[in-house]
């Protein structure tokens, strides 16, 4: 671990280059809005180490590779986030010798991330081989209000020296994939032009046939003054457009060049109106300005800071890590389509193709149900929704009646294809189920399980029911060959989780379907003749729910994490000699799957889910047995424990599992940030102070809270939204709940029962 | 199943073309002579569907290709058997229109592969578009005299036309493996040189850089005199080398190529001798002449058929399947080359790319054993002697000590790339250590133990000493996270088997380690110096033998092929609605790993090799419970049920079992002949016979023999090689046995003893 960016509340400072460190630095200043986004990378040439990254949401590649022996099932691709159209570049010459910091020497150099307002903001001076003295600043922003424009503010002053200043802002679209095979190019370009006042370039994906149309307009400031270039030219060349501007300026004149790019693809308009929709988007931004238009961009991430802040007193490394989680989460998704989800590592790397993992309803849904308005959290519910039928066409590919949700996927289709993966973790089809049932559950919107919710429960249901066997001998249901959230176990017998959660949606799915019968008996009815439900197979979900068999541990009185996990050597990890963590790292797979080593929580994330089920000592018993077997090598692990540790009153505990991952990104922890960042662990990290130091809960449609202040704080306060109102969470030796926005609610604080009235403190 | 050959005791016979059978055709009718081998491919163009396939023993490429989440200890590579220079291709042009028979009506067609003398034979009358109807007759061999040389007779005669009669035989290096991702090209162009009597083409391999250089000459007779062409020139492309021969003949008249071949690889000759070489051998072929190049071959093959025939009366098909296996294996491998081996389609496809698979060790040993000289087994244990160092890599690399042989491999390395196979299937190295016993056993050579054996038993039983994990709770040692033969299970703890040959590793291993400490005191000092035997590592194997831990079904009283299995839902085949198998083409991986049924003999191969150790009714109650859930769908399965079978005096199940196998690819059985044939599976079938049939086994330096005709057999005879003898064993109502050639022996038949003395016949 390394700090290596400065601490400060809203700002991520690089405060000298390290081209060694350029990577991770451009994963960390990455920006998104939604709909596209951008590693950090520098606008000019720039020859040393870099992993050039643009990215627009949805667009993917469908990879046939095919290694080993081939098995019935498997999906027919493996899906890749494709690199798309660079437009963030501009080439600059100072008296025609290329800028390129690589062959520089360099100074003042700071490259900085504001959080609060959303932008990239960099600045140096370079002496080049030609003795020329330069000053550079350029700050940039992907706008959260119009998610179609991006714009950058790139100056140049000659400190030294009288000369030409060139800059030709580009669009390219000659990008690859670092990951793919052979360096295999995925894009054909449709059509370009390029005018002195107007490019763009329209690039076409090989066989999905994805279109994005990259439009740019630019204007030219001397000393802050609009001016006509000196002279202007094009470049044409293939899949590349760009303008060349060339202008004399004197020593300590300032040249800006303000570039205006908009974004377009085909999943939003027709083909043929891709070049219209980018024209037009492209010269409103021009005629709104720069300026403005990043008001406009401010005020929107303003907004989101209401609603969805954390502040830390008395710990600025806390406050940095905790924003920027927050911050990169926002970026990432921000509910406008429900036809997008949030991919791992978001819009910041190549890495783990396809978009979607149970991690959005596991750990990210949560989030965005307390810091956004419901729509949000709704669409990506809707999202599996509308995959429905794919995914009973997966379960059916199985040989298995109901639907199996991908493990991973860009449009609904698996597109990951390891058996156990893909076969065998079925337990993500719970977390599809559960995530209604916490939708609602902290919604209220109860109307979501007939308009959507109940098509999708009986389905998963009628999966895991045909997914069971019955073993006669034991007389229970058994769900043989799986693969549970602890990755580092594959094709076990009787997961435990697995089989919990299972069992509880049928549960649940009963329940559901009980509900709407007696509240909407027409809808029932027209619900029940279009899946064709029946009484009987009601009944044999009951039996199942019933006859589930749960592993136990008899010596330890705790639930097994599978079928013959005490055969396994047991070894706790403070036992393990130095050199052997990251497991991961330094041990064969092999090892690996034979120890008794755990990933990330798994019969804690049960515990954690059905909390309410089981008493403190169970609880204690289960933790005391799994956390010391388990080595947190998923980022979404820590979090799970620590909010467990919190209920049990391990607080100095929970603050440890809680830094393992508070700042996992910002101080490359794992040493993996170079290819992106783990954007849904965030949201677990999040979890952690929310539900974990917070202590928030939602029951029978009460919020609960019961707060306490990590040692190394002096005070933190959340804010989250809940049925409609904004909600402050102040703890300190005291605790301050307001109700910043929204009618009069009650809530419980340590199970006591308050009212808020708006703009009122409640003080305890 | 079609039964598409005729049938014929020494013939394979195609009587009639059928293009949609080709691939197939192909596949039946390769000819190979352990250096090299083709497919069944036609000499003159062919535009309908075929596999055209050329491949050089040992010849591979290794693809880097990597899907899915990489694991720590995976393999650099999947090697891919390579498709090579074509050397058997002659373009005929009769009038200047190319010969096609894709494009002419074609009649007589009639395909022979002779398996008495090793060669194939076509012969067709085609009528062209211009109605010129031509006779057309060849016959080709790879010589198992000098395995350099190839030879081919191509015979044109005009039927109803006077005319020009065009060949241009060429040496084509522009080819491409089918399997190959995204048409990728393996093979660089290093050297060529075509003149009127020699042309010569030296290919490299991409990165392994492997070399091969083929020449070849031709001569020409008219009516069978030996005439010189009409017109002479040459064809030079890239990677391609061809003579163009012109000569005008009249009706009836017959002109005759013949093709002389010579191919050498830098496997075994230095880069710069390759041309000399291969020139050498071509000049030398030609000078012999075709006829004594094909008599010195017919010699070869006859003294194979001397030692290791298969005489079936009463039942021709039998008899033409079981010396089709015994052809095909006698063309795979020759045992001349101790850094071949036996690749699961040996020269008759791509498939399965790696070369060596435990099917040597376990199934084709037993053949080799028996049906040559022992230098020839020798060999095949000698290639895994020379792999020790880089099977100690492989332990390594997976954080264990000792050896671990890979799975698949072409030079040592392991080159598959699963886990679950990979990391799992280990019971490999068992089969590596059975192999030594089983060679020992046979030939009596206790000297190989001294001087290759003990170092590879030692590092295997290391590494089973350091695989295995000690259980506490039930003072058991156990081996977890395994795949047995069966592969139709992963990742499963305490596979039967592997736990089984494990211990029995350890058994035997200090076995030896004893006989050569008390034989050869040197030696063993010298060897016990070189790998750092120790007593207290002896001391821990017998440990872990006395401890070991075997899962048994108490309520059937068998042995559990696994931990868990009677968890699964328990089915038996005959009780699967039609249309269920084969399941590997009918069911997703998914529910073949979660059901209970077998691919092939897991816990029965245990009880097939360690046989004297299980009472009759123990093996009876373990037949008749695997064998009813045992769906057979390897090859390699039925053959060793079949043996037990016999064991059992269960006859009309043995037959039935053998006959799964006889004619698997003569009948394309499982509808993938296509591909290739199933070379391994094919020394099963030999096993079926000799020793399940004739019951043959060794046992303390003595042969036993226990025959019984098969109901639909009047008499079967085999010959064996046991200790420098020839031993032919007739079975009728009578059973004969003949010493064919050697010293006075005894044998066992019916655990009586009889003596053998050369030449007398024993009849009983």
Not at 705 to 717: H, I, M, N, T
Request: charged letters at 25%; hydrophobic letters at 35%.
């Amino acid at each position: 671990m390394k700090q290596y960016f400065n601490e400060n509340e809203w700002l991520i400072i690089e405060n000298a280059f390290d081209p060694d460190y350029n990577r991770v630095s451009e994963s960390v200043m990455s920006l998104g809005n939604g709909h596209m986004g951008i590693r950090g990378n520098f606008e000019e040439k720039y020859s040393g180490d870099s992993l050039q990254g643009t990215y627009y949401a949805g667009i993917y590649y469908p990879d046939k590779t095919k290694v080993g022996w081939w098995k019935n099932g498997y999906p027919n691709f493996f899906a890749k986030v494709l690199n798309g159209i660079n437009f963030i570049g501009i080439r600059v010459h100072i008296n025609d010798l290329e800028l390129d910091i690589a062959k520089c020497s360099v100074s003042d150099f700071k490259r900085v991330l504001n959080m609060q307002h959303g932008y990239l903001e960099r600045s140096f001076i370079v002496e080049d081989k030609n003795n020329n003295i330069t000053k550079v600043s350029c700050k940039r922003f992907l706008s959260m209000y119009d998610s179609k424009v991006a714009a950058i503010k790139y100056s140049v002053t000659p400190i030294n020296y009288n000369g030409k200043i060139t800059f030709s802002p580009y669009l390219d679209g000659k990008v690859v994939n670092e990951d793919s095979n052979y360096d295999e190019y995925f894009w054909n370009e449709i059509d370009k032009v390029a005018t002195d006042n107007l490019c763009y370039l329209t690039m076409q994906t090989k066989k999905m046939d994805f279109r994005v149309t990259c439009a740019m307009k630019h204007e030219l400031l001397k000393n802050g003054i609009n001016i006509d270039a000196d002279k202007n030219s094009i470049i044409i060349e293939d899949n590349y457009v760009a303008n060349k501007v060339e202008n004399i300026i004197s020593m300590g004149e300032e040249i800006i060049l303000i570039k205006y790019i908009s974004a377009v693809t085909n999943r939003d308009f027709n083909n043929n109106e891709l070049v219209t929709k980018a024209k037009e988007a492209v010269n409103k931004a021009k005629e709104i300005g720069f300026n403005r238009l990043i008001s406009k961009h401010i005020e929107v991430w303003e907004q989101k800071w209401q609603e969805n802040d954390i502040i830390i007193k008395g710990d600025e490394k806390a406050q940095q890590g905790i924003r920027f989680n927050i911050f990169h989460l926002n970026q990432t998704y921000t509910g406008k389509d429900p036809r997008l989800n949030i991919g791992p590592k978001g819009f910041t790397g190549e890495k783990y193709g396809g978009s979607t993992y149970w991690d959005t309803e596991a750990y990210c849904l949560p989030f965005y149900l307390s810091t956004a308005p419901s729509e949000l959290a709704k669409n990506l519910l809707i999202y599996r929704y509308n995959h429905l039928e794919k995914a009973k066409e997966n379960a059916k590919k199985l040989g298995l009646k109901g639907a199996l949700y991908p493990m991973v996927t860009m449009n609904g289709e698996e597109c990951h294809n390891e058996w156990e993966i893909t076969f065998e973790e079925i337990h993500r089809n719970g977390a599809i189920a559960y995530a209604i049932y916490n939708y609602v559950n902290y919604t209220g919107d109860k109307d979501y399980l007939k308009d959507y919710g109940i098509e999708v429960l009986v389905e998963i249901s009628r999966f895991w029911a045909d997914r069971v066997n019955y073993n006669k001998l034991k007389d229970k249901y058994m769900i043989l060959g799986v693969t549970g959230p602890n990755e580092y176990e594959n094709n076990v017998n009787n997961n435990w989780y697995t089989n919990t959660i299972a069992a509880w949606t049928l549960d649940y799915a009963i329940k559901v379907i009980d509900y709407i019968n007696e509240n909407y008996k027409d809808i029932y009815n027209m619900i029940s003749n279009k899946i064709g439900l029946n009484k009987k197979e009601i009944t044999k979900w009951k039996e199942i729910i019933d006859k589930m068999y749960y592993p136990y541990i008899k010596e330890e009185g705790v639930f097994g994490q599978q079928d013959g996990y005490m055969d396994k050597e047991q070894i706790l990890v403070k036992d393990l000699p130095e050199g052997n963590l990251p497991i991961n790292k330094n041990w064969s797979w092999d090892r690996i799957l034979r120890s008794c080593f755990i990933k990330q929580a798994d019969v804690m994330q049960g515990i954690y889910m059905f909390n309410e089920r089981y008493d403190i000592n169970t609880i204690k018993r289960n933790f005391d047995f799994y956390e010391p077997r388990t080595v947190h090598e998923s980022s979404l692990s820590p979090c799970i424990y620590s909010i467990i540790a919190c209920q049990l009153g391990y607080k100095e505990k929970a603050y440890d599992l809680y830094l393992r991952t508070a700042r996992l990104d910002l101080d490359n922890y794992n040493c993996d940030t170079d290819d992106g960042l783990h954007i849904t662990s965030m949201a677990g990290t999040w979890m952690s102070i929310v539900h974990g130091f917070g202590g928030l809960e939602v029951k029978n449609n009460e919020l609960f809270l019961a707060p306490f202040l990590p040692k190394a704080w002096k005070e933190y306060s959340f804010r989250v939204m809940f049925r409609s109102r904004i909600i402050n969470v102040c703890v300190n030796d005291y605790i301050k709940i307001t109700l910043v926005k929204g009618k009069d609610i009650s809530v419980y604080l340590y199970n006591q029962k308050y009212y808020l009235v708006e703009n009122n403190v409640l003080e305890i």
